[in-house]
Structure formats: structure tokens, C-alpha cells
């Protein structure tokens, strides 16, 4: 299981960054992102703290833990300034909080998140074709969720994507032991939001190329 897409205390998750981990390592983790929220300001606490803990984590474990970040429900005027931010504190990849069905995100967020340079976009829901068609020129990967309320728009997210030639990535998005998912678990996922097998396999070749380009 790749899965770069989890929180811990250090925002809203349930648990310690060590904790995750295990829970992680326990279900067949081999690369688990820590992704907690961040906007203008918290960037500077969250990130650090993060990137501490993967770098204590990582020589005791045979996972391989990576140091991320969630832009959470920031203004789109911001999304650049606190991926920047994020990145110059040790985050090796961005994540930016889309356009979910389920929270009021502000119109434009996507698009802002793809022009900024996000490395994922999480639950865009109802993303334009456009903004589907930047992310796949970009190469911003479209987020499969396999969180309760995110995952509304998954079939249209992944219908959306293989139009316009966008790659899908699985993220649980946890926040508590029980939101961690197996590989069988986010190979369901996948299926239920309409990927064939050979998709659903191209969706964690993404995953372990940006694992793999982050930590090289």
C-alpha cells in the first residue's frame, strides 16, 4: 500500500505521527505520507514538525515515510504563497484540499491549486473539463477518495480524468486508525469509482513515482 494522503494530531487526525505509522506498518503500508493541514498560518508549525518525525521514523522502520502537506480551505489569492512556504520548510510533496462536494470550498480553489503546482489535487469534486485538462498537462494528480462525504464525486472525478488524459491517485485522507486503508481496500475504492484493473494499477504507479521523485 502507497498512500500519501493521512493527518495526524498535529491537525485534525486522531492520532500521533508514531502511532500512524504503525497502524500503518501493521496493515502492509510500504510509503505513507503525513499530509496534515496547513494555511498561512500554521504552515510554519505543522511542517517542521512533520519532516521531524519522518526523519526519526524513517531509519527504524522498513516503511518509507514522506513529509507532506494539505493547503486547507485557504483563499485561492494564497494557495501559491503557502505551497511555497510548505515546500521551503521540507514538505517533499503539496497537497491542496479541492473542491469537495461535502465542504464549502471556495469556487476557483482548484484552479488555483493546478497553477500553483500542486503535486495532488484532493477530492476536486465536480472539477470543469479545463481545469481537468490543466492538471493533466501539468501533471497534477487527480485525487480518488476514500474518505466519507469526499468520496461523492469519485465516479465523476475518474470519468473526468480518463477524458482528458488526467492521472488518478488513491488517498484515504485519515484522520483515525479506521479511515487507514489496505491496497485491497483502495483497490475497491478505485473499482467503485469505475477504474478497470489497468487503471487501477496506473493509479498506484503514480503514487510510487511521486513517492519515488520526492525522496531521491
Known amino acids: 500500500m502507497i498512500d500519501l494522503h493521512t493527518h495526524t ?3 485534525d487526525g486522531d492520532l500521533i ?4 505509522a504503525r497502524r500503518a506498518e501493521v496493515i502492509g503500508y510500504r510509503v505513507l505520507g ?9 504552515v510554519d508549525l505543522v511542517v517542521p ?6 526523519a526519526d521514523l524513517g531509519p527504524v522502520m522498513k516503511m518509507k515515510l514522506i513529509a507532506g502537506a494539505e493547503v486547507t480551505h485557504c483563499r485561492p489569492e494564497h494557495i501559491a504563497r503557502v505551497i511555497k512556504r510548505a515546500r521551503e520548510l521540507g ?4 497537497i491542496v484540499h479541492g473542491e469537495t462536494p461535502a465542504e464549502p470550498v471556495i469556487a476557483g480553489t482548484n ?7 500542486c503535486d495532488i489535487l484532493a477530492h476536486p469534486g465536480l472539477i470543469t473539463e479545463a481545469d481537468a485538462r490543466l492538471a493533466a498537462e501539468r501533471g497534477v494528480l487527480l485525487e480518488i477518495s476514500g474518505r466519507a462525504g469526499h468520496c461523492l464525486a469519485n465516479g465523476y472525478v475518474a470519468a473526468m480524468a480518463r477524458r482528458v488524459g488526467a492521472q488518478v491517485i488513491f488517498g484515504s485522507d485519515s484522520h483515525s486508525p479506521e479511515n487507514l486503508r489496505s491496497r485491497k481496500d ?10 478497470d484493473p489497468e487503471e487501477i494499477a496506473t493509479a498506484f504507479k503514480a503514487a510510487e ?5 520526492v525522496t531521491t
Open 209 to 213: 513515482r511521486l513517492a519515488s521523485r
Open 49 to 54: 514538525a512533520l519532516v521531524k518525525a519522518a
Open 9 to 11: 494530531i498535529l491537525s
Open 186 to 195: 483502495g483497490e475497491r475504492v478505485l473499482a467503485c469509482a469505475g477504474l
Open 111 to 117: 484552479r488555483a491549486a493546478i497553477e500553483a503546482g
Open 91 to 94: 514538505a517533499k510533496y503539496v
Open 34 to 42: 503525513f499530509s496534515d493541514h496547513v494555511d498561512t498560518a500554521i
Open 17 to 20: 505521527p508514531t502511532e500512524l
